[in-house]
């Protein structure tokens, strides 16, 4: 009785329309989905940056296709007001959710685009390098201005919300004031993102020096810094310490760098021998860049002669090999061929002094 009713109401057109509503969007989900996965491989293939997730799409695009075509059926199915208006209520703020969703994985598929097509090491020009910083902090801001949009919309959907946000806006001044002073801290901290992200101090992959740490600059975020170590550590910054306080950035305008190696000899020490076997020790270097190796005398003491050699390399890491390689070959070049002009302590017996008297017999 209730197939034989079910049947005579869909020969009538009461359920036809939905029906094929149904029909037609499986249908359009399949042509759409088989239809994006060949342009993904189209493009994956035309590109040099194969390597962009353009999967991310994946899962949005198909839901973004499902909304449509609940939308048509919902328009066409025979439901009451009462029920209809809800469901309509429930699309539409799933529909703004996932239109957020879509258009925040997009930035982040343009992000790794730009990534791999500005591949950033610290060999690599400065302008990748800016570039990427660029790209990172403008997909961080969209996304909070996406979710700040995405929110004020789903809440906006309801009458009640809707006119408390007219009564704000009316005292928009007072909440103004208010809410500045309760926020003023992180305020502070959103500015000083975006004046890191505009005049750009620091950038991804920047060798730095923060609290006397060496490390790198691993992610820049709206409100705080993370620094890779040297011993794959992390070092959270608040990103306003940036503005705030003085640090090093080895690598601002250019990786290259000059270091120092001390040695401490006695006076006697033949300093062109250890001039040439520095400069055959740097050239023998893999990780001389060849442009600076030098030898001075930097300063003496009432017991040695301090010797500073002077040698460059392209970058930190190369630097802090050849500096270690130099030290040990020069202490061992001394060890063996002028051991005797390693630091000494002098001391002199004063043989004027005339012997002691007889004793009286």
């Known amino acids: 009785m209730i197939i034989s009713e079910l049947f005579r109401d869909i020969m009538q057109g009461t359920y036809l329309v939905p029906l094929l509503i149904v029909l037609f969007s499986v249908l359009f989900y399949f042509v759409a989905n088989s239809a994006f996965r060949r342009v993904i491989a189209r493009i994956r293939v035309s590109i040099k940056e194969s390597a962009v997730p353009f999967e991310l799409l994946v899962w949005p695009f198909r839901l973004f296709i499902a909304l449509i075509g609940l939308g048509a059926f919902l328009h066409y199915f025979p439901l009451t007001t009462d029920l209809k208006d809800p469901f309509r209520h429930i699309l ?5 959710i996932e239109f957020a969703w879509l258009l925040m994985r997009l930035i982040m598929v343009v992000e790794q ?4 097509h500005y591949s950033t090491t ?3 020009s400065e302008e990748s390098r800016k570039i990427s910083t660029h790209v990172s902090l403008a997909r961080k801001i969209l996304n909070v201005l996406i979710v700040l949009v995405a929110v004020s919309g789903v809440l906006m959907t309801f009458d009640t919300v809707r006119q408390v946000g ?3 806006l009316a005292s928009a001044g ?3 004031v208010i809410i500045g002073f309760a926020a003023q801290k992180s305020l502070s901290t959103l500015i000083a993102g975006i004046q890191i992200a505009i005049t750009q101090p620091i950038r991804i992959d920047d060798v730095v020096v923060v609290e006397k740490e060496w490390g790198r600059i691993e992610e820049i975020s709206l409100t705080y810094v993370v620094v890779q170590l040297w011993d794959q550590r992390r070092m959270i910054v608040p990103i ?3 503005i705030d306080r003085p640090f090093e950035n080895w690598t601002r305008t250019s990786s290259e760098l000059l270091g120092t190696v001390f040695i401490y000899t006695d006076y006697a020490i033949p300093l062109d021998q250890i001039r040439r076997e520095l400069e055959r020790i740097v050239a023998a270097s893999p990780y001389w860049d060849g442009r600076v190796v030098k030898m001075h005398v930097t300063n003496t ?4 002669v301090e010797i500073r050699a002077l040698m460059s390399a392209a970058d930190s890491s190369d ?8 030290r040990e070959q020069l202490i061992e070049f001394i060890r063996k061929n002028y051991p005797g002009d390693l630091p000494k302590v002098r001391m002199e017996m004063d043989q004027s002094a005339s012997a002691p008297a007889d004793e009286p017999a």
């Open 92 to 96: 539409l703020i799933v529909s703004i």
């Open 113 to 116: 685009f730009m990534l791999q």
């Open 122 to 124: 610290v060999r690599e």
């Open 166 to 168: 007219l009564s704000i």
């Open 174 to 176: 007072i909440a103004g």
């Open 240 to 242: 306003s310490w940036f």
């Open 301 to 304: 003491t009432d017991k040695s």
């Open 319 to 326: 630097l802090w090999e050849i500096r270690c390689v130099v």
